[in-house]
């Protein structure tokens, strides 16, 4: 489903990916783990199209498709679907209106026609209840006086609501509180199925109990530097990142 | 003669069209207002039009406007208006009596206003001074005397525009609906309207001013509105200025208040190639609330001038202002705010706020506030900031699927939406939001 290439990027003059590699297929999920500063939101950013990363180099695809050659929006419309470390504020637009636009928009990119106001209530509700938002919070503003939770679990909301294809979870689990951790690793599992693909961003093993991953990266200074499988997981929980840096430094000094 | 070689003085030109227009009056001539008008001429012979040099012109220059010669309206041909086109003009669904001004002159054939609440009048300026003199007499002091060249040009030719009067009591349960048609097809014509609004004691309306071109050439409009309020009148006004590209608009108004009452007006605007508005309240007793809002969207070389004065002389009394721009182009948009708080006025709540975005590097925006406090226990706020769009929140909604173009558009909505949510009228409400729409659909939206 995802394939990165070698994968090189920078941000205001500054590297920041230095040749990753990457490759989901359907049906799996997995884990990215790394220091503050790694690359991990980078590497979000520069996958969904944001156009304040450069990329330098090497290449990703999207179900064959040139990704970095997309428009952020195409990218969405393809479906792939990024939650934000920290989801943006926009007074003026209601959750209601910005998702009615979004799936018409999406819906309209693949000839299909605009949900009709009742099927869109209707989905809202059952996406709604499943993730314990209520409808005052439906018909506010984006994200505006959201708690830092609440934006958390409205990410994952707009994420059942476009069901995308491969979702990015970036720090998704950062600020929530253990119920809504729950709730909302909950609706990730029932989100996925045999045909899409996640990839969360993580510093904590915890949220890798609720949401089980088939791989676990290791992201540190803009490459992966290790693979694994959630065993992996534990192992950074209890000895940090050093041994893998100093572990992986080694076969490069020989 | 031809304009462009000789160089006219243009008090002189439209003094000069006074014999002319006297003459057309007939019997009117012997009414009460005609004194005005005379009066108006000679402060107009004398009143040199503002340059850059006065103080509250001095980020707008008229002389693109100057140097064209306008033929009052009741001098120039009649503009054809079929009831067809003001059907498609006005604003669809939502129940108001209308009234067409056309070249600022009341046309009865197309307004449609039904049985009004008894005393409620709404009717031509020309007739009222002819037919029931004594109704606007009563309030002429309060009215606003011509200061600047352009209100005495507006006093001078002031033939025709409209009286709205609300007895004590009454409440014009319909939106008054005024769409004012300017232009001409063979000539510049200099739209003139007077326009009387007078709310008692204990009454309440809405009125939606549409303003808009016909014909192929440019014109001016200089409309005088003057409003007053009785003790606990509420009155809503809402303008659209959408006038021709090409065109020119100057607005006066004035709005003196009673105890308790609520004045509301709305500048919503969009068209012209200047467009200037002054907007003064006296606020003349306590607990009097004045709210203004603006909204204006400038693309081009579109040069847009709001002026307020809230003059705060009484206590317990409060003022809202917010005006928003939204510049593309080489567009201007110019907000100046005084605020006025008399050394009687304690207790005084005001607020005001000048929000811009610019939309591209050659946009430019003049923010003037003026503040002058000389009472002790006030609450006074004002607040100016100049922006871009912001960038995060375009990637956000683009990263939803959403286009380019849509994503900046939706911003630039949610961007006016707090005036556009402040309009009561909900058919209103969704008009806007569609021109705002369409206007910013003819706002490049470059990447
Ligand atoms: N807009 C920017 N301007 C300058 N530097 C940036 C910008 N965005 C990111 N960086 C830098 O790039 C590096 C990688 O940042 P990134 O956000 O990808 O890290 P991360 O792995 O997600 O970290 P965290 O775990 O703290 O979220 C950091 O050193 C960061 O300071
Ligand atoms: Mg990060």
């Known amino acids: 489903m995802i394939k990165i290439n070698n994968l090189q990027a920078r941000v205001e003059e500054k590297e920041i990916l230095k040749g990753l590699n990457l490759e989901i297929n359907p049906g799996e999920v997995h884990a990215i783990m790394g220091p503050n500063g790694s690359g991990k939101s980078t590497l979000a950013n520069v996958l969904a199209g944001n156009e304040g990363y450069e990329v330098t180099g090497g290449e990703a695809f999207f179900e064959g498709k040139d990704l970095l050659d997309m428009a952020p929006e195409d990218r969405a419309r393809e479906g792939l679907f990024l939650a934000f470390q920290y989801p943006i504020e926009i007074p003026g637009i209601t959750n209601a209106t910005f998702l009615k636009t979004a799936i018409n928009e999406i819906r309209k990119y693949h000839g299909k026609e605009e949900m009709s106001p009742k099927d869109f209530m209707a989905l809202i509700r059952e996406k709604a209840q499943l993730i314990g938002l209520n409808d005052t919070m439906i018909s506010r503003f984006v994200n505006v006086g959201f708690s830092g939770g609440e934006k958390k679990r409205n990410e994952i909301f707009q994420m059942l609501m476009l069901n995308p294809k491969f979702a990015l979870l970036d720090e998704t689990d950062s600020g929530l509180d253990i119920d809504a951790l729950k709730i909302v690793a909950e609706g990730v599992n029932k989100f996925r199925n045999k045909d899409n ?37 534990y192992e950074l929980e209890e000895k940090g990142y050093d041994w893998i840096k100093d572990e992986n430094l080694q076969p490069e000094s020989v | ?194 326009n009387i609004f007078i709310a008692e004691e204990n009454t309440e309306g809405k009125i939606v001013h549409q303003y808009v071109g016909k014909g192929s050439n440019y014109y001016l409009t200089n409309v005088v509105n003057d409003f007053y309020l009785g003790q606990n009148a509420i009155l809503d006004y809402y303008k659209i200025q959408d006038e021709k590209d090409e065109s020119y608009h100057i607005d006066k108004t004035d709005a003196y208040q009673n105890k308790n009452s609520v004045f509301s007006h709305f500048s919503f605007s969009f068209g012209g190639e200047i467009a200037r508005t002054d907007l003064s309240t006296i606020l003349d007793d306590e607990f009097i609330t004045t709210n203004y809002y603006g909204l204006y969207l400038a693309k081009d070389k579109q040069h847009v001038d709001h002026h307020t004065f809230v003059d705060h002389a009484k206590p317990n009394c409060e003022s809202n202002e917010l005006y928003k721009g939204i510049l593309d182009g080489e567009s201007r948009g110019v907000f100046s705010g005084k605020i006025m708080v008399r050394q009687d006025a304690q207790k005084t709540n005001a607020y ?77 409400k969704e008009q806007l939001n569609h021109m705002i729409f369409e206007h910013l659909n003819q706002i490049e939206i470059e990447d």
Request: charged share 25%; with cysteine.
């Open chain 1, 197 to 233: 693909a996640v990839l969360v961003v993580t510093h904590y093993q915890r949220l890798l109990n609720y949401i089980v991953p088939d791989f676990v990266h290791v992201l540190s200074n803009g490459r992966i530097i290790k693979s694994g499988t959630k065993e992996l997981a």
């Open chain 2, 1 to 194: 003669m031809s304009n462009n070689i000789k160089k006219f003085d243009a008090n002189e030109l439209y003094a000069s069209k006074f014999d002319l227009f006297e003459g057309k009056l007939n019997g009117e001539s012997k009414s009460f207002f005609h004194q005005y008008r005379k009066d108006a001429l000679n402060l107009l012979k004398a009143t040199p039009f503002p340059t850059l040099k006065h103080e509250e012109w001095k980020y707008t220059s008229v002389k693109p406007i100057l140097k064209k010669d306008f033929i009052p309206a009741s001098l120039a041909e009649k503009l054809e208006v079929t009831s067809e086109e003001v059907d498609s003009l006005k604003y669809k669904d939502y129940e108001s009596n209308l009234v067409v001004l056309v070249n600022g002159i009341f046309d009865k054939d197309l307004s449609k206003i039904d049985e009004l609440p008894s005393g409620i009048l709404i009717d031509s300026l020309k007739n009222v001074i002819v037919n029931k003199p004594e109704l606007v007499e009563r309030f002429k002091d309060k009215f606003q005397k011509a200061v600047t060249a352009f209100d005495a040009l507006n006093t001078t030719f002031a033939s025709d525009g409209l009286v709205v009067f609300i007895p004590k009591g009454k409440v014009m349960e319909k939106t008054l609906h005024i769409l004012s048609i300017s232009g001409s097809e063979n000539e510049t014509v200099l739209s003139n309207p007077r």
């Open chain 2, 352 to 428: 005001q706020s000048n929000k811009s975005i610019l939309l591209s590097d050659n946009a430019v925006v003049d923010t003037k506030p003026q503040l002058e406090i000389f009472a002790d226990d006030v609450k006074c706020s004002h607040g100016a900031t100049i922006g871009r769009l912001d960038e995060t929140a375009y990637f956000y909604i683009r990263s939803r699927g959403v286009p380019a173009d849509l994503a900046k558009s939706m911003l630039i909505r949610a961007f006016a939406n707090d005036v556009v949510e402040g309009v009561k009228i909900e058919h209103l």
